[in-house]
């Protein structure tokens, strides 16, 4: 995700890693927005990828 240019911490979110406790009780942002163009940017690489294959 780094190559697409996606921050860590949205990677992490997408990926369902649990945040640190302070995180957990005061970041109540869903990063909705971030996950679906970080998805977008993931669906675009793999669909290149498979292209070449």
Do not use: C, F, G
Not at 17 to 38: G, S
């Amino acid at each position: 995700m780094a190559r697409l240019k996606v921050s860590r911490d949205v990677s992490e979110v997408l990926i369902n890693h649990a945040p640190p406790v302070l995180d957990d009780i005061y970041d109540r942002y869903d990063r909705l927005d971030e996950k679906r163009e970080a998805l977008a940017k993931y669906e675009t690489a793999l669909i290149w990828l498979l292209a070449r294959a």
